[in-house]
């Protein structure tokens, strides 16, 4: 392992961890007094969050379950301001999760593996669960923390209880459920960039003790992070509105049903692409960006973006004394209607529209045993489908070339999973298989192949509603056995030591983005090994975790990304590589007071290509598979960390003064298969500061993010000519919240 941390990096952990070594030297001399000394925990950041992670009968605590999983409670990603998955992700190691090129869709990846583009029939190598419901599409998949119970972030395969493309790992995301007596909560934001959020959520018993319900709404509008440079106007802006009902129905002690129904609505700007117009030929690497004012985005006219969700859930649970039967049916409608100036460039060198439409059905049965003694297990089956149409238009070339394509995709699949754990003593041995059989249909026609409306104007974006032939079908089946052998050790209840062996799959399937109908590409295989270690030591007033992994992958999906004179850019999915990526993951949690707790959290990722089958990599026009152990992962940075110090101080009238300064620090890392395009490391520090009622109904808070104003990108692409674009994160930005709880 080369670890060569930055400045900023060393600053990070000089900051965060000098008194862990100390810790744990008085841990061993003086265990007596630190015991008699240490007052009851009040830090959220120690928490005995439960997690649903191993689909028990009950849920487990997650110091107790022998997986790498990162868990958030609502009052965790309150206290760090946590609007999105994204923010979540960066608290995580080896987790990074960032938006695409078009708005609302997700490029996530966990120890390496992850989407990298938009190409709508690529499988996520990151599963995302609401509810226990999988959503099957990448597209408007970048979910808003409102009204959120608990998040759990799975690191690594999973694919005995969670199946399919979920390679990398999973993230489970759980709403809230009403509560046993009326309740009312309320918050407020206001913000830089024309922020202002509203929401609010009543919840309480509809039916005597049988059926309660929880209404929630949400209201979210800013101006946008960028200026367009032509108008002199804020560029990047959204309208968030999220709908949601609960309803949990309990008509017998032994019975229940949870039926959650919700809308999701964002119109706005479409992603905010910089265009950097660079005389000269490839490689733009290191200090390419130009201009210096990193937030000044040309574009010729504004583009615009809709997106549309409705989904509901209906989860069922029947105890039976000796197990729970557990019923999960899902439902998913997405819609997405995007317009980008995707040269960044104040003419029409590459616009682009987009029109994408998905609809899925899922439906889980499993039941969970809960026996007393050695023995317990969980056995279910699966079923899952989806559909989708995709359109997208180009604009070349000062509208010169004008052209659109199209494809349709059905999907479905089903399988059969088992877990079981056999404990004796201190040990528990884990076994567990998943079958999969899964059946891919598809129809496409490459660019220029979809009719466009006669008296459409070429300066506006295209219309892509017209219908389109997309011509005769292919279909590819596929079926995989994904087993699990685990051995878990825990000497006592407060240390826990686990080894993990398992296998996962990604779904094969069709390369459908603007090109002709190809054969289709084989799953993508992963053999994974994972050693842990998790432990609550200074009398639970320390929590240290950490994970070793090792996953070596077979016929590894790529989608690689091409620049055609005629086409502009398009991207090409298929098995291009096989790889090996392993790596460290550390999180430490110490409550030295009542008043201070300290956070971090390290990742190590080592990402090796064995083979990259048919990519260039010296430029001289023929494939190099066997250079490829030269490259490094796309948007993978070997290191990640952050910290944090969480100060309480209470007041004399009762009311507590919350403060928070936390770092993240991100490795360097490439964002192309060549390793042209090069983005340096970078570190963001936040801040905020709270005051909490003596009641603890009342909540005012004031927040930063990016204290330094940190100029970094996530993305980056080759225009050829046109020179270079990117995806920018955000800038400094600043709030007050006012919260209130009844």
């Known amino acids: 392992m080369r670890l060569r941390p930055s400045r900023e990096f060393a600053a990070l952990l000089a900051l965060a961890i000098p008194t862990l070594p100390a810790a744990a030297a008085a841990q061993e001399t003086q ?123 799975l690191r690594g395969p999973q694919g005995t209880l969670f199946g399919r493309n979920v390679t990398g790992g999973a993230v489970l995301v759980r709403t809230k459920r009403p509560g046993d007596e009326f309740a009312f909560e309320a918050q407020a934001v206001a913000g830089t960039h024309g922020r202002a959020d509203l929401s609010a959520a009543v919840e309480g018993q509809i039916l005597g003790n049988v059926l309660s319900g929880r209404l929630t709404g949400l209201y979210r509008s800013y101006d946008g992070y960028f200026e367009n440079t032509l108008t002199g106007q804020p560029y990047g802006g959204s309208d968030v509105t999220v709908l949601r009902g609960t309803l949990v129905f309990e008509p017998t002690p032994n019975f229940d049903a949870t039926l959650v129904v919700d809308t999701y609505r964002e119109d706005g700007d479409s992603t905010p692409v910089v265009g950097i117009a660079i005389p000269g030929t490839l490689p733009y690497t290191n200090g390419f960006r130009q201009p210096a004012d990193y937030w000044d985005i040309e574009i010729d006219r504004p583009g615009a973006s809709l997106i549309e969700v409705d989904s509901a859930s209906l989860e069922m649970n029947w105890d039976l004394g000796h197990g729970i039967v557990t019923s999960v049916t899902g439902y998913r409608d997405v819609y997405n209607r995007n317009n980008t100036d995707f040269d960044g460039t104040p003419f029409s060198g590459f616009n682009q529209s987009i029109l994408f439409n998905s609809e899925q059905l899922t439906q889980e049965l499993r039941y969970a045993s809960d026996f007393e003694g050695w023995f317990n297990f969980t056995v279910g089956a699966y079923y899952f489908d989806l559909k989708h149409d995709f359109r997208e238009g180009r604009n070349l070339n000062n509208n010169s070339t004008i052209f659109a394509s199209g494809n349709h995709l059905e999907q479905s699949s089903w399988a059969v999973f088992g877990e079981g754990d056999i404990s004796w003593n201190d040990f528990t041995l884990t076994l567990g298989a998943r079958y999969t059989e899964e059946s891919i249909t598809a129809r496409t026609r490459p660019f220029g192949g979809c009719p466009l409306p006669a008296t459409t104007d070429t300066n506006r974006y295209l219309d892509l509603t017209l219908p389109c032939d997309l011509g005769p079908s292919d279909t590819a089946e596929f079926n995989d056995v994904s087993p699990k052998v685990g051995l878990t050790w825990e000497p006592t209840d407060d240390h826990l030591v686990y080894f993990t062996a398992t296998r996962g799959f990604r779904s094969g399937g069709f390369s459908l983005r603007g090109s002709a109908l190809t054969p289709p590409f084989d799953a993508e295989q992963v053999n994974a090994l994972e050693l842990g270690y998790k432990g609550d030591l200074l009398n639970d007033r320390l929590r240290f975790n950490m994970a070793l992994f090792h996953n070596e992958y077979e016929d590894l999906q790529r989608t690689i990304v091409f620049v055609s004179p005629t086409l502009g850019t398009f991207q090409k999915t298929g098995n291009a590589a096989a790889a090996t ?22 990742g190590y990722t080592d990402a090796q290509f064995e083979s990259f089958e048919g990519l260039d990599v010296t430029g001289d026009g023929v494939p190099d598979p066997n250079l490829a152990s030269q490259l490094h992962f796309v948007r993978v940075p070997e290191e990640t960390f952050t910290a944090s110090i969480n100060y309480q101080m209470p007041l004399e009238s009762g009311a507590l003064m919350r403060y928070r300064l936390s770092g993240n620090y991100v490795g360097d890392q490439y964002l192309d298969d060549l390793n042209l395009l090069h983005e340096p490391s970078y570190t963001i520090f936040d801040a905020s500061i709270a005051w909490v009622s003596p009641d603890r109904r009342w909540e005012v808070a004031g927040f930063v993010q990016n204290i330094g104003n940190t100029e970094y990108a996530f993305y980056s692409a080759s225009l050829g000519a046109l020179g270079l674009i990117e995806l920018a994160g955000p800038p400094r930005t600043a709030g007050v919240r006012l919260s209130y709880d009844y």
Do not use: H
């Open 31 to 153: 265990p007596e007094a630190i015991e008699a000394a240490a007052p009851e925990s009040t830090s959220a950041f120690l928490d005995d969050v439960v997690v649903t992670a191993r689909k028990r009968a009950n849920a487990e605590a997650a110091q107790d379950t022998p997986i790498a999983v990162t868990v958030f409670s609502e009052a965790q990603y309150e206290a760090v301001f946590a609007t999105d998955l994204m923010d979540l992700g960066d608290l995580s190691p080896n987790v990074e999760f960032r938006p695409s090129t078009i708005v609302g869709l997700q490029n996530f990846t966990i120890r390496g593996m992850g989407i990298t583009g938009s190409t709508p029939s690529d499988a996520p190598a990151v599963g995302i669960f609401q509810n226990g419901v999988f959503w099957g599409s990448n597209y408007g998949a970048l979910l808003d923390t409102f009204d959120i119970e608990s998040v759990e972030i």
């Open 581 to 602: 990526i392993q790596g460290l993951e550390i999180e430490a949690t110490w409550q030295p007071t009542e008043e201070l707790t300290l956070t971090a959290a390290y």
